[in-house]
């Protein structure tokens, strides 16, 4: 089992930024990715990014890219999602999510098997 703990949701206004954290604990082995999403209220869940453990590398669709950073603190197990010039669009529940298998799409919420229970991000115009 991996329990992951999301922090740093809330409320914002329009233009200003946000970094989410997530902390995994529990199995010794390392997700091969730690993925965010995030779904709005009547939308579907959608992928903003992921970090890569053995590449170290980040992960995103094009719609993600530029204004959403994602990283990752190999001592401390946590994944960063940094998020700037928010628009009110942005507003959802943020979910960080762990995959452990290989070969699998960074993008594709069925790869992750583990799941925070999310952190509220709320953007006013």
């Known amino acids: 089992q991996v329990q992951l703990v999301e922090s740093g949701g809330g409320l914002v206004q329009a233009g200003g930024s946000l970094r989410l954290s997530c902390v995994a604990s529990g199995r010794t082995s390392r997700p091969n990715y730690m993925g965010w999403f995030r779904q709005a209220p009547g939308k579907e869940r959608e992928f903003v990014g992921a970090?890569?453990?053995?590449?170290?590398?980040?992960y995103y669709t094009d719609s993600m890219k530029g204004r959403f950073t994602v990283s990752g603190d190999n001592a401390k197990n946590t994944v960063y999602l940094q998020m700037i010039r928010l628009h009110p669009e942005d507003t959802a529940v943020y979910y960080c999510?762990?995959?452990?298998?290989?070969?699998?799409?960074?993008?594709?919420?069925?790869?992750?098997?583990?799941w925070g229970q999310g952190t509220q991000v709320t953007v006013s115009s």
């Open positions: 999510a762990a995959a452990m298998a290989y070969a699998v799409r960074s993008d594709d919420a069925r790869s992750y098997e583990y």
């Open positions: 970090f890569g453990w053995i590449t170290s590398s980040p």
